[in-house]
C-alpha cells in the first residue's frame, strides 16, 4: 500500500479544485483512503491521516470518525504523535463525546511525563476542553503542578487551575494553599496567570475576596514596578512593560476594593499614578488608561479620582482613534447616572459624536445624548437630536423618536414647543415611530387644551403635504375628527389661522379613506373622524352618505363601523350628539393591573385602550382629573367623566361595541361620576391617604414562589415594561438552602403558543449552598392577548456530584401581572 | 449594565429535545451559552479570509458543531459587511465581538461585556506578532499550508481564554524547542513527519 499523501501536498491539491464539487469529490476519496488506512491500524502514518483530517474539518467536512485515532496518537510515545492527537481531540472532540473520558488516563501520565513539552501539551488540553469529571480526577495533579518550580509548567497550571474551576467550583478550596507565594514569582508568565486564577476565585467566592484582599499590597507594588521600571525588551510594547500584566492586575484590584474602604484607599494612589503617567499616543496605552478609569468607577474612590477618570474619558472622545471615542462613549453611558454632573460637561462632544460616520459610535451618542437631557439644556439637545433624526439611518430612527418623545414630554419648556417637537418627528420620521406612540400622542394632545386648534391646524397642513406616513395620518385624522370645527372657525392663536371649509376638510379624510397608502387601522381612524364631525359641521348630508357607502366595505372592521354608525343616524339619532362630544382629558395612568382605569369612551381602536398603561410623567391639571384623584387607588373603576352618559347599554348592545368595554376590567358596573365621591366618602378619604394614587409608578405586583423543592427555591418578582404595556418582566430569584452548591444550574422556561419568551443571560450557573446567594435571570413575556400567564419550567443543575432535572408547572401568576 | 438587545429568541435550541411532543408548550432557555456558566473571558477566536473561507477557530467553551458553524457563518458576515474605517467593536447577542483585518485575514474574537476590547486588540496584534517572528513576514499562505503550527503557537500564548506568557521570546523559545522535540524523535525514527 502506497504511503498516504503528505499533508502539504493534500492542501495543495484540494486548493487547485475550481469547483465546490470537484473539491468534496477530492475529499471524499482522501476520506476513503484516510479511513481504510485508520482500520488497518497504521502506526507510522496515523499521525499523517489526522492533520490531513484536521484540515478537512476546518474546511466543513465532517471528521468525526478521527476522534479514537486522536485518542490513540495521544497515547503514543512520539512527540509529533501527541501533539497532533491533543490538537485534534481539541478540535474533535468536548465534553459531549462519552469518547472523552478515554483521554483521562492518557493526560494524567502526561501530566507526570519526564518533558515538560509533553506535560504543557496536556495541561494545555485539560484547560481547554476539560469536563468536569476529568477535571475533577484530574485536578490533584494540576494542584502539584501549580507548587512546581518550573515556570513554564507553573503558568500552564494556573490557568488549568481556572478552567477546572470554572467546571467544578466546589474544588476551589484545594488550590488555596498553592496561591500563597504565586504573586512573589518574577516571571512574569507566572504572575500573568497567578493573578488571573486569583480574580476567579476573588469572583466566585466572597469568602475567598475576603482572604485575598490583604494582597493589595503586593499587587500595588508590583504595579509600581512596572511603571517605574525602565525600559525591559522582554515584555515591552511601544514603551509601555507588560501592558498585559498591568491591566490584569488593574482588574483584580477593581474587584479587592470593590466595596471595600480600606483596599480602595491603598490603591488610590497608584491609579491615580498609572492615569497620568501612562503614555496615551498608541493603543496600549489608552487601553491601560481604559482599565484604570473602569477600576476607579467600581471602587469606592475618592471625588478628585473619579474626576480624573470622567476627564481621561472626555479626552478619549476628542481622540482620532474611532475605537477609542467608542470605548468612551460605552463607559461614559455606565456612569452617567452616578456621575451625572462630571459627565455632563462633555455634553457637547458628545453631541458631535452624533454626526460621526460610525454607526456604532452614533448609536452610542445617541443613548448618552438621551441620557444627559435635562430641563436645563432640553432646547438645545432637541435641536441637535432631531437633526440626527433626519440624516440618521433608518435602523435607529424608530429608537431615536421613542427617545425623543420620552424626553419632550419630561422637559417639555412649553406646550407648544412640545407640539411642535412632536410635529417635527411626525413629520420627519413618522413612519418609524413605535405603534404606542400614536395613543400617547392623542392623549396629550387633548391634555393641552389651549393648544388644541394650533395643533389641529399644523396637522391639517401636514396632511395636505404627506399622507404617507401612517403615525402622522393617524394622529392628524383624530384630531380634525375632535377639533374639526376649531380648524374651520380659524380660531388658532399661535400662527396664523388658515381658511378652510368644512368641505375641504371632508375631502381630505375621505381621501384618506379611499387611497392606497392607508393602512387598515389607519382607515378606521379617519371613519370615525368623519363620524365625529356630523356634530360639528353642518354637512351632515354628507357624511351620511359616506358612512352609508362603507357600510358594504369589505374590511370588516370599516363595515362593522359604518353599519353601527348609521344605525346611529337612523335610530339613535338623539344620543348622536352627545355620544360624539368632545373628548375629555385622558389620564396616565401607572402600568400595573389593579391600578389600571379604562380611559376610552368613545374610541374603540385597540391602540388607544393601551393608552391605559403609559407611566405617568406629568399631572395634567383639569378638574377632571381632580375626580380621578378621588377615585383613588386598588379599585378597577372605569372612569366615566360627568359630561358623557354613562348607560349606553340601553341604547342596543352594539352600541356598547361601539364604544369599547366600559366595563372592560371586570369593575364594578359604571355609575354616574357624580354620585360616586358622594356615595362612598370614607373609602375615598382612605384611598387618598393610604395607598398610592394611581398615578404613581407604584410596583404592586406581588412578587410570588414558583417551585420550592429538594432545597431549591425560585421566587419570582414582576414589573410592567414600558413603554409597552403587554410585556411583562419577571426576574428569577432562585436560592438553595441545602448545603451543598447547585453548580451548571440551567433554567428553561416553556409558555403556551400565544405568549413569546426571551430569557436573558443568567447572572451566574452557581446556586450556593445555605442560601448565601442566588442566581437572577430576567424573563420577558409578551402577552398581547392578555390571556392567563401559565408557565411550565425545567430546571437542571448538578448537585453534590449528580444531575437533577425536574420540570413544573407555574399557575399561580398573580392576575396582575398578566392582565 | 449589561445592553439588553432585544434578539428575538425563535426556537429554543434544536438538539436538546426539550420539546414535550404533542404539547403546546415549547421550551426556551438563554440561547448560545445554555449549559456554559457566565465565563469571563475570550469565548473563541476565529480567522477568516476575505472571502469568508475559515483558516483556524479555536473554541474556548464546548459548543455543539452546529452551532459552532452557525456562528462562524454570521462572524463572518457580520464582520465582511462592515465599511473601511469604522470601529473595531461589533455587537452580537450579548457578547463584544473584537475584529482587525491584517492583509488577507480577518483575525476575530468574542468577548464578555465586561472585558477590555482595547486591550483584546492588543492579544490579536501579539498573536500576529508571533505568527510573524516564526514564520518570518508572515502571510495567509502560511497559515493555510502550516495551520497545525498555528494552533501550536496559539496554545503557547492563549489558554482557556487568557493569556499564559506575555514574553514575546518566551513563546518563541518554547515553540522552538518543541519542534526542536519533534525533529529529534523523527530523526530518530528516520521517518518524515506529516
Known amino acids: 500500500m502506497p504511503a498516504p499523501i503528505r499533508l502539504r501536498e493534500l492542501i495543495r491539491t484540494i486548493r487547485t479544485a475550481r469547483t465546490q464539487a470537484e473539491e468534496r469529490e477530492m475529499i471524499q476519496k482522501e476520506c476513503a483512503a484516510i479511513r481504510s488506512s485508520f482500520r488497518e491500524e497504521d502506526n507510522t502514518y496515523r499521525c499523517r491521516n489526522v492533520a490531513k483530517l484536521l484540515y478537512m474539518h476546518m474546511l466543513g467536512y465532517p471528521a468525526h470518525f478521527g476522534q479514537l485515532e486522536c485518542l490513540k496518537l495521544i497515547a503514543s510515545q512520539k512527540f509529533t504523535d501527541k501533539r497532533i492527537g491533543y490538537l485534534g481531540a481539541m478540535l474533535l472532540l468536548d465534553e459531549r463525546q462519552d469518547v472523552h473520558l478515554l483521554m483521562t488516563n492518557c493526560i494524567k501520565n502526561d501530566l507526570n511525563h519526564s518533558t515538560q513539552y509533553v506535560q504543557g501539551l496536556s495541561l494545555c488540553t485539560l484547560g481547554c476542553m476539560g469536563s468536569s469529571e476529568m477535571c475533577r480526577d484530574l485536578a490533584g495533579e494540576v494542584e502539584k503542578l501549580l507548587k512546581t518550580s518550573n515556570s513554564y509548567l507553573r503558568k500552564k497550571a494556573a490557568l488549568c487551575a481556572v478552567h477546572v474551576i470554572r467546571k467544578v467550583p466546589e474544588l476551589m478550596e484545594m488550590f488555596l494553599p498553592a496561591t500563597k507565594n504565586l504573586l512573589s514569582e518574577k516571571n512574569h508568565g507566572v504572575l500573568h496567570t497567578s493573578v488571573v486564577l486569583l480574580t476567579e476565585m476573588c469572583e466566585r467566592s466572597p469568602d475567598m475576596l475576603s482572604h485575598f484582599r490583604k494582597l493589595v499590597p503586593q499587587l500595588v507594588r508590583i504595579l509600581k514596578n512596572l511603571i517605574m521600571s525602565g525600559y525591559s525588551p522582554e515584555h515591552d510594547v511601544s514603551g509601555i512593560s507588560d501592558p498585559f500584566l498591568q491591566v490584569r492586575i488593574l482588574r483584580l484590584l477593581r474587584i479587592l476594593g470593590k466595596g471595600d474602604d480600606d483596599s480602595s484607599e491603598a490603591m488610590n494612589d497608584i491609579l491615580a499614578q498609572v492615569a497620568t503617567n501612562t503614555e496615551t499616543s498608541k493603543n496600549v496605552g489608552n487601553a491601560i488608561l481604559y482599565e484604570t478609569v473602569l477600576t476607579i468607577m467600581d471602587i469606592k474612590s475618592e471625588s478628585g479620582l473619579r474626576v480624573l477618570a470622567i476627564n481621561i474619558l472626555g479626552r478619549f472622545l476628542l481622540n482620532n482613534d474611532k475605537n477609542i471615542r467608542y470605548v468612551a462613549l460605552t463607559s461614559l453611558l455606565k456612569t452617567v447616572q452616578t456621575d451625572h454632573n462630571a459627565v455632563q460637561r462633555h455634553r457637547s462632544t458628545i453631541v458631535d459624536c452624533l454626526k460621526d460616520l460610525d454607526v456604532s459610535i452614533k448609536r452610542r451618542a445617541m443613548e448618552l445624548s438621551f441620557a444627559l437631557v435635562n430641563g436645563n439644556n432640553i432646547r438645545g439637545m432637541m435641536k441637535e437630536l432631531l437633526y440626527f433624526l433626519d440624516s440618521c439611518d433608518p435602523d435607529f430612527k424608530a429608537d431615536c423618536a421613542s427617545g425623543i418623545f420620552l424626553a419632550a414630554e419630561k422637559y417639555a419648556p412649553s406646550k407648544r414647543w412640545h407640539i411642535d417637537t412632536i410635529m417635527r418627528v411626525l413629520t420627519t420620521a413618522g413612519s418609524y415611530v413605535r405603534d404606542d406612540s400614536v395613543p400617547n400622542l392623542i392623549q396629550l394632545i387633548t391634555n393641552s387644551v389651549e393648544m388644541h386648534a394650533y395643533t389641529v391646524q399644523r396637522l391639517y397642513k401636514a396632511l395636505l403635504d404627506d399622507i404617507s406616513q401612517q403615525p402622522l395620518v393617524q394622529v392628524a385624522s383624530w384630531c380634525i375628527g375632535e377639533y374639526g370645527d376649531l380648524l374651520v372657525s380659524g380660531q388658532c392663536e399661535e400662527e396664523e389661522p388658515i381658511q378652510v371649509s368644512e368641505d375641504e376638510v371632508l375631502d381630505v379624510l375621505e381621501g384618506l379613506l379611499v387611497s392606497n397608502l392607508s393602512t387598515p387601522v389607519t382607515r378606521a381612524y379617519s371613519l370615525t373622524a368623519i363620524m365625529k364631525l356630523s356634530t360639528r359641521f353642518s354637512s351632515v348630508n354628507r357624511i351620511k352618505k359616506v358612512v352609508s357607502i362603507y357600510g358594504s366595505s369589505i374590511d370588516v372592521e370599516l363595515q362593522q363601523r359604518a353599519v353601527e354608525y348609521n344605525a346611529l343616524f337612523k335610530k339613535y339619532d338623539h344620543m348622536r350628539p352627545a355620544l360624539l362630544e368632545r373628548m375629555p382629558i385622558m389620564e396616565k395612568t401607572a402600568s400595573n393591573g389593579p391600578t389600571d382605569i379604562v380611559q376610552t369612551n368613545g374610541e374603540t381602536d385597540s391602540t388607544i385602550l393601551d393608552t391605559k398603561h403609559l407611566p405617568n410623567i406629568t399631572q395634567p391639571a383639569s378638574q377632571a382629573n381632580d375626580l380621578l384623584d378621588l377615585l383613588g387607588g386598588n379599585d378597577v373603576v372605569p372612569v366615566i367623566q360627568t359630561t358623557v352618559p354613562t348607560k349606553p347599554a340601553s341604547a342596543g348592545g352594539e352600541l356598547l361595541d361601539l364604544l369599547g368595554d366600559l366595563s372592560l376590567t371586570g369593575g364594578p358596573t359604571p355609575t354616574p361620576a357624580p354620585s360616586v365621591p358622594m356615595s362612598q366618602p370614607s373609602f375615598l378619604l382612605d384611598g387618598l391617604t393610604s395607598q398610592p394614587l394611581f398615578n404613581d409608578i407604584a410596583a404592586v405586583i406581588p412578587p410570588m414562589t414558583a417551585y420550592n423543592k429538594n432545597g431549591l427555591k425560585i421566587e419570582f418578582t414582576f414589573e410592567r415594561s414600558n413603554p409597552n404595556p403587554n410585556i411583562a418582566v419577571i426576574t428569577i430569584h432562585a436560592t438553595n438552602s441545602s448545603e451543598a452548591d447547585m453548580t451548571e444550574f440551567v433554567f428553561q422556561a416553556a409558555v403556551p403558543k400565544t405568549f413569546q419568551l426571551q430569557l436573558l443571560s443568567p447572572s451566574s450557573n452557581v446556586v450556593p449552598a445555605l442560601n448565601q446567594g442566588s442566581v437572577t435571570q430576567v424573563i420577558r413575556v409578551l402577552n398581547p392577548q392578555k390571556q392567563q400567564l401559565r408557565m411550565r419550567i425545567k430546571l437542571t443543575y448538578t448537585h453534590k456530584g449528580s444531575p437533577v432535572q425536574d420540570l413544573a408547572e407555574v399557575n399561580n401568576f398573580p392576575p396582575q401581572s398578566w392582565q | ?194
Not at chain 2, 483558516?55 to 452551532?67: A, G, I, N, T, V
Not at chain 2, 465582511?80 to 463584544?96: G, V
Open chain 2, 1 to 194: 449594565m449589561r445592553s439588553f438587545s432585544l434578539h428575538t429568541v425563535g426556537k429554543g435550541s434544536d438538539d436538546s429535545g426539550l420539546d414535550q411532543p404533542g404539547s403546546e408548550y415549547k421550551f426556551f432557555g438563554y440561547q448560545y451559552s445554555f449549559r456554559i456558566s457566565y465565563f469571563k473571558m475570550m469565548h473563541f477566536l476565529l480567522l477568516f479570509s476575505r472571502q469568508g473561507k475559515l483558516r483556524l477557530q479555536k473554541w474556548f467553551l464546548p459548543l455543539p458543531e452546529r452551532e459552532r458553524k452557525k456562528i462562524v457563518k454570521d462572524m463572518t458576515t457580520m464582520v465582511l459587511a462592515r465599511k473601511p474605517r469604522t470601529c473595531n467593536f461589533l455587537h452580537w447577542k450579548d457578547l463584544k465581538v473584537v475584529y482587525k483585518r491584517y492583509a488577507s485575514l480577518y483575525f476575530c474574537c468574542a468577548l464578555e461585556d465586561q472585558d477590555n476590547e482595547l486591550m483584546a486588540l492588543e492579544t490579536l496584534h501579539r498573536y500576529v506578532e508571533l505568527l510573524d517572528k516564526y514564520f518570518g513576514n508572515v502571510c495567509e499562505l502560511d497559515i493555510i499550508f502550516n495551520f497545525e503550527k498555528a494552533y501550536f503557537i496559539l496554545d503557547e500564548f492563549l489558554m482557556g481564554g487568557e493569556i499564559q506568557e506575555t514574553s514575546k521570546q518566551s513563546v518563541a523559545r518554547s515553540i522552538e524547542a518543541s519542534d526542536m522535540l519533534q525533529e529529534t524523535m523523527e530523526e530518530y525514527m528516520s521517518k518524515p513527519a506529516f
